[in-house]
């Protein structure tokens, strides 16, 4: 575990949930402050603190995306907010300096859930975990998905996705999850991992976990985002696709999806002050129709086509798609999506 929380914040009303049993076993030591709700509590909150919450809001909501740019149709899971793996471009850097929150009530989301995809027989929904949480980070910890891969498994219209950079699978590695659940990566060159991503695994470490999932039967997907132009990246990021078609095989990768960096305007006074060594905010950046920073559209599909060919040496065949990007540059770099 990268990270140790000074005080543990347990709500009244998760008490005495399995996720909050699990955390205090593990955790003996560490201070408990018990509270009838987190928002309630008058003394000192942090970031170096944990809170173990029950979701009282809408734990199933469309992608929110960005504004003029395609959405990928996908809903995500909310089961927490905050990540300890120091990536300097994660959005939640520029507002978050509240309790790492995990939400503890999971039967609440399995009921959402079974309600919520149960009411569209018809349609098959993609669904993620990883919005505001890496899905696998503190998984050994919490075991939130031991419950939901079984449970979302028996729902024969949803794919369930747990989007990662973690290498903590083995939690995963028993679980009846009847093929209908995906265990995807965010991959990059060790380079902008040593500098961008500090505290997370290696990307060897990152595919022998992905190696590890397929051999228990799941598919796994990988997300080059955000991809980071720098000098010698085109050989930099086929050596990563490389590295994955040498080990993953074809048939078992359910999509990989190409996002190019791009993050909101108050994150780059961020960035520059927690991270010193980075560089994204030198790189030639423009407002994109969302606001944010991006490359220049002609970077971009550079960047996409690039990738697109290199993955299409290795496979005819595995969907690639853009992550909030419009269908004409997407159509330029010669990417069809799902």
């Not at 593990?26 to 928002?39: A, C, S, T």
């Not at 909310?78 to 850097?93: Q, V």
């Not at 498994?153 to 083995?170: A, G, H, I």
């Not at 590295?243 to 909101?264: K, Y």
Request: aromatic share 10%.
């Amino acid at each position: 575990m990268l990270w140790k929380p000074r005080q543990i914040l347990i709500e009244a009303a998760v008490s005495t949930s399995p996720v909050t049993a699990r955390i205090r076993d593990h955790w003996p030591d560490i201070p408990v402050r018990h509270v009838e709700r987190i928002r309630d509590f008058s003394g000192d909150l942090g970031r170096s603190d944990l809170a173990l919450a029950a979701q009282r809001g809408q734990s199933i909501k469309k992608c929110p995306g960005t504004t003029a740019y395609t959405c990928c149709d996908y809903y995500v899971l909310n089961l927490g907010i905050g990540c300890r793996l120091g990536c300097s471009y994660c959005f939640l850097n520029h507002y978050m300096n509240t309790p790492f929150t995990i939400y503890a009530n999971t039967e609440r989301v399995i009921d959402d859930a079974r309600h919520y995809f149960g009411a569209h027989p018809a349609r098959h929904f993609r669904v993620g975990s990883g919005e505001f949480i890496d899905s696998l980070d503190f998984e050994a910890l919490a075991g939130v998905h031991e419950q939901l891969v079984p449970a979302l498994s028996e729902l024969p219209n949803v794919t369930f996705e747990l989007k990662t950079k973690s290498d903590r699978v083995d939690s995963l590695l028993g679980l009846d999850h009847h093929g209908r659940t995906v265990i995807s990566w965010s991959v990059n060159p060790e380079v902008i991992r040593e500098r961008e991503e500090v505290l997370t695994p290696s990307l060897a470490a990152r595919l022998a976990a992905a190696s590890r999932v397929v051999a228990a039967g799941y598919r796994v997907g990988f997300h080059f985002d955000p991809i980071i132009h720098f000098p010698g990246w085109e050989s930099a990021y086929k050596e990563v696709v490389s590295a994955i078609f040498d080990l993953i095989p074809a048939g078992s990768i359910a999509w990989i999806s190409l996002g190019a960096l791009r993050f909101h305007p108050d994150l780059k006074p961020v960035i520059e002050t927690r991270f010193p060594n980075s560089r994204l905010t030198t790189g030639e950046l423009i407002r994109g129709l969302d606001g944010k920073f991006r490359y220049f559209i002609t970077i971009r599909q550079q960047l996409f086509a690039q990738l697109n060919h290199f993955i299409r040496q290795r496979s005819p065949d595995v969907p690639i798609y853009l992550c909030m990007e419009g269908r004409d540059l997407a159509r330029k770099a010669g990417v069809s999506g799902l």
